[in-house]
Nanobody
């Protein structure tokens, strides 16, 4: 299983950005797809997850601003980010978990700055 993330970039405070992550390989059965982020000097933290049945979970810091979704036919997970703040600046990583095994994609940098 391999993950490839897209969509990072530089955006002004208050702006929006959408991240995508494509999962390739043997993807079937119950699984969880998610986004995590890591700012310089900080630990990696959960942003949002979505189960294959559609159940979602969000970090408090992004509730109401970010939305996670998935397209099972395309094995792709999305993170739509609105009202971005400078504190959202981080490398964002996608994660795929199934049968107790976890796979990570490469990070995509999101920088929120004027």
């Amino acid at each position: 299983v391999q993950l490839q993330a897209f969509g990072g970039g530089l955006v002004q405070p208050g702006g929006s950005l959408r991240l995508s992550c494509v999962v390739s390989g043997r993807v079937f059965g119950a699984n969880v797809m998610g986004w995590y982020r890591q700012a310089p000097g900080k630990q990696r933290e959960l942003v949002a997850t979505i189960v294959s049945n559609g159940f979602t979970n969000y970090a408090e810091a992004v509730k109401g601003r970010f939305a996670i979704s998935r397209d099972n036919a395309k094995n792709t997970v999305y993170l739509q980010m609105h009202s971005l703040k400078p504190e959202d600046t981080a490398a964002y990583y996608c994660k795929f978990s199934a049968r107790g095994i976890h796979y990570w994609g490469q990070g995509t940098q999101v920088t929120v700055s004027s």
